[in-house]
Each structure stands twice: as structure tokens, then as C-alpha cells.
């Protein structure tokens, strides 16, 4: 198990469970602690064992265009700069939001580390659009890859899913509409801002 100490307001330290996962300098993965494939299990990602990845590009499991641009651009900078960068985003499931950290640490060489750890976790009901398969009713709903809010193109804004749902009347499917991912606008910013930082 990866353990990380994090300095908190006035100096106490919390130890936290990391999921890691490393790539070569061609991109490939070639570590995940066994923590990550937990993860990967308690979330029914139960394909995704060590026979089934390593070897291959991190970019097949990134399939979204936008969300892998700007990962790639990302990398990049940490490898050409040789400097940690320090990531938030969301990776909810059907019952939890969870709050995350990322941090991309280079290795040498070309190689590099991600580190991602739950900052908080928070209990909802269950929301079956976030348990949704690539079947569903044909109608495609845009995720954000970052914060995990929905696109909603009637009311003009980026929604949570609960509200979504309910002005979308998605509840009024029989399946829930399958999900594509992709970047809202505020995520997209703050991205390019932190790349900025970096360049």
C-alpha cells in the first residue's frame, strides 16, 4: 500500500490511501498499486486487472478527444519541466460524489507517476444515469470529465447530475440515455490556466 502524508492547516498530518498508476516514456502503463485495482474493483471495473492493462497506452483508456488533449498536453509540461503538477477533479459513482487530488509525478527518464487520492467523499441517493451502460434511449448526454457535471443544452448550463436528471426528465426514459464525456467550459479554464502556470 502507497501511503502520503499531507500537511493540513496548522501543521497536523493525515495519512492517506493512494491509487498509482505509472507510465513509460512511450506512454504505456507499466505500474498500478494494488490499491488502484480495488478502486477499479469496488467501482465494477473488474476488466481492468494488471494482464488486462499494462503494456498498453494510457491514451486507450482516455477515449474522450478533449479530456486526452489536454492530459497529453499535461504530461508533456511535466516531463519537459521535470515538476509535480497538482490536479482536482471528481470520479463519482452511482451513490457517492468523490472529491479527488491528482498529482503527476516525473520519474526520469521520460517516466511518470500519478498519485490520486479521495479528499472527501459524499453520499447520495443512488442515481441510475451514473450506472448507465452504452445502451439507454439513443439520447447522449454530455458528462464533464473533471466535475462530473451535466450538460444540459435546454437550460444553457452545466447541471450536477441529480438536478439533470430531474429538469431533463430523464427519469422519464425506460433506460438511462447512455453518457459521453467532455470538458464544461469552467473546467476548461481552470485547465488551461494551470498549463499556463506550467509553460
Not at 80 to 88: G, N, S, W
Not at 161 to 178: D, S
Request: proline letters at 5%; one cysteine or more; aromatic letters at 8%.
Amino acid at each position: 500500500m502507497v501511503l502520503e502524508l499531507l500537511a493540513i492547516g496548522g501543521g497536523a498530518v493525515v495519512v492517506k490511501d493512494m491509487f498509482v498508476h505509472q507510465i513509460e516514456a512511450d506512454d504505456s502503463l507499466s505500474w498500478v498499486n494494488d490499491a488502484w485495482l480495488q478502486f477499479a474493483r469496488d467501482n465494477k471495473a473488474t476488466h481492468l486487472t494488471r494482464e488486462a492493462i499494462l503494456g498498453r497506452p494510457l491514451w486507450d483508456f482516455i477515449t474522450e478527444a478533449t479530456t486526452r488533449h489536454f492530459y497529453q498536453i499535461i504530461v508533456q509540461r511535466v516531463r519537459t519541466l521535470a515538476r509535480v503538477i497538482k490536479l482536482h477533479y471528481r470520479c463519482d459513482s452511482p451513490e457517492k460524489r468523490r472529491f479527488m487530488r491528482m498529482e503527476i509525478h516525473p520519474l526520469g527518464e521520460g517516466r511518470l507517476q500519478f498519485r490520486n487520492w479521495i479528499l472527501r467523499e459524499e453520499v447520495r441517493p443512488a442515481l441510475e444515469l451514473l450506472a448507465a451502460s452504452d445502451g439507454g434511449s439513443g439520447r447522449l448526454i454530455t458528462m464533464c470529465s473533471w466535475c462530473k457535471r451535466v450538460n444540459n443544452p435546454t437550460a444553457g448550463e452545466w447541471q450536477e447530475p441529480e438536478q439533470a436528471v430531474l429538469q431533463m426528465q430523464l427519469f422519464n426514459c425506460a433506460t438511462p440515455p447512455p453518457i459521453t464525456h467532455g470538458i464544461c467550459s469552467a473546467c476548461e479554464k481552470a485547465l488551461e490556466a494551470e498549463i499556463e502556470i506550467l509553460a
